[in-house]
RNA sequence: AGGGCAGAUCAGGCCAUCGCUCGCGCGCGUGUCCUUCACGGGGUGCGCGCGGGAGAGGAAAGUCCGGGCUCCACAGAGCGGAACGCCGGGCAACGCCCGGGACUCGCACGCCGAGCCCAGCCCUGCGUGCGAGGACAGAGAGUGCCACAGAAAACAGACCUCCUCAUCGGGCCCUCCGGGGCGCGUGAGAGCGGACCUUGGCAACGAGGACCGCGAGGGAAGGGUGAAAAGGCGGGGCAAGAGCCCACCGCCCUCCCGGCAACGGGAGGGGCACGGAAAACCUCGUUCGGAGCAAAGCCAAGCAGCAGGGGGCUGCUCGCCCGCCGGAAGCAUCCGUUCCGACGCCCUGCGGGUAGGCUGCACGAGGGCCCGGGAAACCGCGGCCCCCAGAGAGAUGGUGGUCCUUGACAGAACCCGGCUUAUCGAUCUGCCCUUUUU
RNA sequence: GCGGGAGUAGUUCAGACCGGAGAGAACGGACCCCUCGAAAGGUUCAGGUCGCGGGUUCGAAUCCCGCCUCCCGCA
């Protein structure tokens, strides 16, 4: 259960993604961005947006799939209580390259969580 | 063994582990409903855990055709529009598939005819075999188009060339000197006539240059232009020619035979009319209502609005009576009175659009094997077996190991049948060609 | 997912159907003239696989078919 990434852990609503565009705090890392803000409860909930241009649908799902797999590595190690939306703008990168550019982004966002 | 063509199948495999989506079974917690006096039992929903199962394609793509399904519209017919178009069959239907026919192209072989130095070459046509091709109805119904070039581009025409007569110029013969006969050339770069310019000459006139005019026909073979030139080729014929006549071929008409048909074969006749293009308009025949799962249906909640009921007048506003609340005057205080201000509802039903949830949503023109029919596509209320993705920001991934041939194009979104496009390869079957061996 | 539209010079467009035959305009660019210099103006010039590939035709930017790219609308 821990290192899940079910239904509940995943924002699921257009106007939930919808939001996130239109307030949230966002900064910018190597070929990814991050969207984020409180969303007032305990647990965390996680979205993934490839950006145009990506091809066709195997290579947008091939990224949205490492990115999740990247997010389920580390959500462990991100302060509760956020929405967090990852903006994929470059294409092309490895599973580690993913892991390390979304943990320096998760770093600078100020979410490390206290262990 | 190698190569080519056609068809079918597969689309990296295996192990461990952490994850995702959807069913199934079990357990726990919880909400609700039914039953019971109660214990308890049952239905249903949600959450969690465990076990076990399933989880993208041949093109899922492009959205180019055809259907199912849903909603809307609809008496029938016509006009208009669109698509399709040899024939037969298949199919739910199709622009798809199968078979057949004609045509075009390529290769090989053979043959008739004509030409030439008769060896052979070349041209035209035909037949047979193999292979390839495709929007393959109609241009002998109408309108329009065919640039440039060329004389002429579609009811043909007449530039050059060809031919005849008239004209003109020589020749030969005859003659009664008036002329006649024969034959040649010319028939528009020659000749004749007219007027002009230059030059020589006193002039008559000569030489040179450029311009204008010169009658009547025959015929369409040849030249040249063009993508295309008005049946082809050869012979006869003729002043020269021409389907004018003839042989072969092409074309058209009629008849007979074969074939379900497209069409094929044969005989007779006509005497050439009928250029291309319909992926120009069009004509003929066949078919077609429109929109699309973001279609459409259901559920609960709230809002605007509408209708009805509960006091009266009014379509509405203002206002009045009435009800209630607050304040002020007056009063020792309260009720009541007067004035001012604010408020004027409740219940039931319907309910566009939007957002949420559920359905549509996967048992179907379904798949596999066999049997039967058929030449094949395909078909069978013939037999057995199977259930095979169902999401909703949108599911197949990460890590470690291992093997090989180092893995292409690429991701379902209501569902099927096709077409087109992208694509590394592997295996099997059939046919053809080359080489080697027996 | 479904439906619709458009690709022509560096840019914006015409030409495209009825009706096929010299690829054009404006702005922009370059040279020159004008000016002391510049701007404006004037002259000349360059710049095009007509998105790509097939087909029909004597001939295709145009007609037909198949692809590619871009844009718009529908909850």
């Given at each position: 259960m821990r290192r899940s990434l079910s239904r509940k852990d995943r924002l699921r609503r257009n106007s939930e993604i919808r939001e996130l565009f239109s307030s949230a705090a966002r900064i910018e890392g190597r070929g990814v961005k991050l969207l984020y803000r409180s969303n007032g409860s305990r647990e965390n909930r996680f979205a993934v947006v490839v950006a145009r241009g990506c091809g066709g649908a195997v290579r947008r799902n091939r990224e949205k799939r490492i990115t999740r797999e990247a997010y389920r590595s580390l959500k462990e190690t991100i302060s509760s209580g956020n929405d967090l939306l990852f903006l994929i703008?470059?294409?092309?990168?490895?599973f580690t390259d993913r892991c390390a550019s979304m943990r320096q982004l998760v770093g600078r966002a100020g979410l490390r969580a206290a262990e």
């Open positions: 703008v470059r294409f092309g990168a490895t």
